[in-house]
């Protein structure tokens, strides 16, 4: 990771050397939507490097800076499904293409507010939701899609979901499982995630700590303080950090970093 | 150059060509399909995709309503009509009697898209005894099988006689005989607009040539060729070219290579569609692999089928644009279910299916695509789709489409993604007009942003009950009874700390089956959800949650 990531890019330093997952992490969508519209950075930046790109809060928070094909993460919290989004937002600016097999709960429009593409977002429904279904749909996503956001659901047997993650392995897939939110209460302690992540390499705790804007019969919902707790395989502590997600510009931007004991 | 050109070079010889063209030809496959919203009688119907219209019912167009245009705009001009969304499998199914029927008179015949046939016209003249004879008994095999304006062109070249076809659908005789080498003098009156109707000439060129003074294709034709280069480019010269009354481009005609062939053999016969068409995307992708490897495209291939039994269906399709792979595999599909649905069906099992690409050309760069050109991840995101299309029906598979409305599970349109041709991006609005932009002007009475993350497919009932327990009642004038305290949703008792609302929607007050009147609220609770609740008829519900 350079030591100064640069929040703005100038068009002219644009080049092929200087457009690496470095300089795509910087300045969350700000980057991605220069980027984007100058060059097409699919081809240049070489579809299969190691890591996924994610903007800057993430960025301080994943153990390797961008997420890691072949891993899988797992997202809890009153706060999951807008980290979810946010998590593969400048990866999809980037040229990847997301899939979301079995939740098509998950709203479109909150998706593009955060930078996800439309264009490049697929969601494949699943009837009957069954595992064995479920774990082919998912096999045939990771094929073709970069990430790929579903719900596992429960009583998978261990052998499928061995065999998923193996598959996501190969393929260099990304796999984000978003958890029942009903973990929202601020009780809920971080090893309790670990414990049933089912194999997941970065665990993520996404909990609502306010929403601001909206009054007792006036004003309306307009930004809220998310705190993200992210543990892992190969991290040996915690790290923390407290959000906005959604920000007074919009965007996913962080306000402070917590050290956790 | 010195002189300008006033037709086609002198060494090009066009070939007398014959159009078929039925207007519309949607909004006819709708009815004939028996579209429930198509079937009410007098009621005018439009085809909508991705919120723009794609065909209308002529008495629309007096209203004002004209393809391409937005589809609250066009509801705007003409509120009683009736919209039905577009389904190209539909269309190709409704054409397929007609095509069989003209394949009878006429051997060999390239279709355009459902609506549109093309064929040339030397042999089929001399056989029916003259142009006008051919192009009569068309109208009246056509006129004869389905209810619909038909339009018959001939002409010199392929530009010239489609321009002529659709012409003739407006004239109570429905037939244009442009006579030989007359075709600039034909074209010379004709308004620039036309060139849309060509196919590859977009709406900017021709905005830009209408804003200069040029506004028709004789003023066009009479400039000079090379400043048109220099002004224009090559697309400018393409629209000379069709002024002129040449053909957009020099045809080439060319055997094809034996590598520009590729077929499969199935060991064991298949009965059905799905797992041919599968086999036919890997062999569409080699096949444009192959030939973008060369910088070239294909404009017109041959599909072939046989059964086992030796029936086999042949077919020629052709774009002007280039064919990608996913149009040749929609059409492959179009053909093999019209083969399998006419009356007698098939008899056994498919073994045979083969793509030739007949006419290839260099490609020129205009392809209308993705910004940047196609990468290896949207090729791999498009075999991806039509792997899980096939594994769980296509109606599984779908991508967001922008429609509008006032709920959040009404702003987005979820559409088989195999129905979306991923290269036809000029028709559907591009990234960022998806949802904003400024394309797409604010949506009245929308809910503010952040937009929920999580929308319930089916919206929850939930009780919503004041301080004293009594059930929170909002009146017609917007007043809230009592203010809200608790939310009681799945056996849980929440405490509500902040909301807002109500924001009232009365929608199609002017019609009493689609009039809805409901009210949506925010709400905090106690630990930290907010969630988007609806009251109607004072009832009330969860819509969203902000996850």
Excluded at chain 1, 199 to 221: F, I, K, M, N, P
Excluded at chain 2, 411 to 428: K, M
Excluded at chain 2, 451 to 462: C, D, E, F, L, Y
Aim: a neutral charge; proline letters at 8%.
């Amino acid at each position: 990771m350079p030591e100064t990531v640069p929040d703005t890019l100038q068009v002219d330093t644009l080049t092929a050397d200087t457009l690496t997952a470095d300089t795509l992490t910087a300045g969350a969508l700000t980057a991605g939507a220069l980027v984007a519209d100058v060059l097409p950075v699919a081809r240049l930046a070489g579809s299969r490097d190691r890591c996924l790109p994610v903007s800057s809060p993430w960025s301080a928070l994943l153990p390797e800076g961008g997420l890691v094909r072949g891993q899988a993460v797992t997202i809890a919290g009153g706060a999951a499904v807008s980290a979810a989004l946010a998590l593969v937002a400048v990866a999809v600016q980037a040229g990847s293409w997301v899939a979301l097999v079995g939740v098509p709960w998950v709203g479109v429009e909150a998706a593009h507010e955060v930078g996800v593409r439309l264009d490049r977002t697929v969601s494949v429904s699943i009837d009957p939701l069954t595992p064995s279904v479920w774990a082919e749909r998912l096999a045939a996503s990771m094929d073709g899609f970069d990430a790929v956001i579903t719900q596992i659901p429960g009583r998978v047997p261990d052998r499928l979901l061995r065999r998923v993650h193996q598959r996501l392995r190969a393929r260099g897939a990304v796999l984000v499982d978003i958890r029942d939110p009903t973990c929202s209460a601020p009780t809920c302690s971080v090893s309790d995630t670990v414990r049933d992540t089912a194999g997941a390499d970065v665990s993520v705790q996404a909990r609502t700590v306010a929403w601001e804007g909206l009054g007792r019969g006036c004003g309306y919902l307009a930004r809220r303080r998310v705190e993200i707790t992210v543990t892992g395989r190969r991290m040996p502590r915690a790290r923390r950090v407290e959000c906005w997600l959604p920000g007074p510009s919009g965007g996913f931007e962080t306000i402070e970093t917590i050290e956790v004991p | 150059m010195n002189t300008p050109n006033l037709g086609p070079e002198s060494s090009e010889v066009l070939p007398r060509l014959v159009t078929i063209w039925c207007p519309d030809w949607p909004v006819i496959a709708a009815k004939l399909t028996r579209v429930p919203a198509a079937m009410t009688a007098g009621v005018p119907i439009a085809v909508v995709a991705a919120d723009r219209i794609v065909a209308r019912a002529p008495v629309l167009a007096a209203a004002g309503v004209h393809v391409g245009q937005r589809r609250r705009d066009a509801q705007r001009c003409a509120p009683e009509m009736v919209l039905v969304d577009h389904d190209p499998d539909r269309d190709a199914r409704a054409f397929e009697p007609v095509v069989r029927a003209v394949a009878d008179l006429v051997p060999r015949l390239e279709v355009i898209e459902p609506g549109w046939i093309g064929f040339e016209a030397r042999g089929p003249s001399r056989y029916f005894g003259g142009e006008r004879a051919l192009a009569e008994r068309l109208v009246d095999l056509v006129t004869g099988l389905v209810e619909s304006p038909v339009g018959v062109g001939v002409a010199d070249g392929r530009s010239t006689s489609t321009i002529a076809a659709r012409r003739a659908a407006t004239t109570p005789d429905a037939i244009v005989v442009v006579p030989p080498a007359a075709s600039a003098a034909y074209l010379a009156p004709l308004p620039v607009t036309w060139l849309r109707a060509v196919g590859d000439a977009d709406g900017d060129l021709v905005d830009v040539v209408a804003r200069l003074g040029i506004h028709t294709l004789g003023a066009l034709a009479a400039l000079p060729r090379p400043d048109v280069l220099a002004r224009f480019g090559l697309a400018g010269v393409r629209a000379h070219r069709v002024a002129s009354g040449a053909d957009d481009r020099v045809a080439v005609a060319s055997e094809p290579a034996p590598e520009r062939q590729v077929e499969r053999i199935f060991e064991t016969p298949v009965e059905e569609v799905a797992p041919v068409v599968f086999v036919a995307k890997q062999l569409a992708d080699a096949l444009v692999g192959a030939l973008m490897a060369e910088g070239r495209v294909c404009t017109k291939v041959v599909v072939t089928a046989e059964t086992e039994h030796g029936e086999r269906t042949e077919r020629a399709w052709y774009r002007d644009q280039g064919l990608s792979a996913p149009a040749i595999v929609e059409r492959v599909r179009w053909q093999l279910e019209g083969w399998i649905a006419q009356p007698g069906g098939i008899s056994a099992g498919i073994v045979l299916v083969r793509l030739a690409a007949v006419v290839v050309r260099a490609d020129d760069g205009t392809q209308v695509g993705f910004w940047g050109g196609r990468s290896e991840a949207d090729d791999a995101a498009s075999r991806a789709v039509t792997r899980l299309a096939g594994l769980g029906g296509e109606a599984s598979v779908t991508v967001p489409v922008w429609r509008g409305g006032r709920l959040p599970n009404e702003r987005y349109a979820w559409v088989p993604a195999l129905s979306v041709d991923l290269d036809r991006s000029v028709s559907r609005p591009r990234g960022r007009a998806l949802g904003r932009g400024r394309d797409i002007g604010p949506w009245p009475g929308s809910l503010p942003v952040p937009s929920p993350a999580k929308v319930h497919v089916a919206p929850i009932p939930v009780e919503v009950v004041g301080e004293d327990g009594r059930v929170v009642r909002v009146s017609g004038r917007g007043e809230v009874d009592p203010p809200p305290a608790r939310l009681v949703s799945a056996g849980a008792d929440r405490v509500v700390t902040a909301w807002a609302g109500p924001w009232p929607v009365d929608q199609c007050w002017w019609e009493r089956r689609r009039h809805r009147r409901l009210a949506r609220f925010q709400v905090v609770t106690a630990d930290g959800d907010a969630l988007l609740l609806a009251v109607e008829h004072q009832r009330w519900w969860c819509v969203a949650e902000y996850a």
